[in-house]
T-cell receptor
Framework: GEDVEQSLFLSVREGDSSVINCTYTDSSSTYLYWYKQEPGAGLQLLTYIFSNMDMKQDQRLTVLLNKKDKHLSLRIADTQTGDSAIYFC?????????FGQGTRLTINP | NAGVTQTPKFQVLKTGQSMTLQCAQDMNHNSMYWYRQDPGMGLRLIYYSASEGTTDKGEVPNGYNVSRLNKREFSLRLESAAPSQTSVYFCAGGTDLTYEQYFGPGTRLTVT
């Protein structure tokens, strides 16, 4: 079946890199996504990667995809207090998205 | 562009009451979606509409109905609210080629 797994919590020091990991089960997923949710707000699309790519970089964000292991990661360089949020990964199943439970990123001064 | 808008932002219902959550998008998306978000459970798809005139069930459709009124608007109706439907409801519009979804700000619903 379709399942997306993430660890629930991550804590990093301000200025360090954050790496949020995700595993998914459907090998036919065409696209994989990372969303950010701040308190009281909707989900904001950060970036997405096509399944035939293994890396995508966008400013401070780097997405790595290991299709063989069905593993996706999001690296945030030079983590700032404004990066505190819940991060969701998602896989596309046709037009539908299946979301993980979200990883709450906490930044320590 | 407002993107995806949802009304109301907050709502409190008594068990058995009905209500309709409204969603509109000005991004010219063919597909639209309704999700609910509960603590520790991520987002679960309630219903979606791949195009104007079509609707399909998602993972948790029981207790809900939807209407795709036109290309812009997709409403979610609770006919007889139950406490288990206390949640945050998100509407999204989706692109055709890369299936990105863009979310509204949510409706926080409490059923007592």
């Amino acid at each position: 079946g379709e399942d997306v797994e993430q660890s629930l919590f991550l804590s990093v020091r301000e200025g360090d890199s954050s790496v949020i990991n995700c595993t998914y089960t459907d090998s036919s997923s065409t696209y994989l996504y990372w969303y950010k949710q701040e308190p009281g707000a909707g989900l904001q699309l950060l970036t997405y990667i096509f399944s035939n790519m293994d890396m995508k970089q966008d400013q401070r964000l780097t997405v790595l995809l290991n299709k063989k292991d069905k593993h996706l990661s999001l690296r945030i360089a030079d983590t700032q207090t404004g990066d505190s949020a819940i991060y969701f990964c998602a896989e596309s199943i046709g037009q539908k998205l299946v979301f993980g439970q979200g990883t709450r990123l906490t930044i320590n001064p | 562009n407002a993107g995806v808008t949802q009304t109301p932002k907050f709502q409190v219902l008594k068990t058995g009451q009905s209500m309709t959550l409204q969603c509109a998008q000005d991004m010219n998306h063919n597909s639209m979606y309704w999700y609910r978000q509960d603590p520790g459970m991520g987002l679960r798809l309630i219903y979606y509409s791949a195009s104007e005139g079509t609707t399909d069930k998602g993972e948790v459709p029981n207790g809900y109905n939807v209407s795709r009124l036109n290309k812009r608007e997709f409403s979610l109706r609770l006919e007889s609210a139950a406490p288990s439907q206390t949640s945050v409801y998100f509407c999204a519009g989706g692109t055709d080629l890369t299936y990105e979804q863009y979310f509204g700000p949510g409706t926080r619903l409490t059923v007592t």
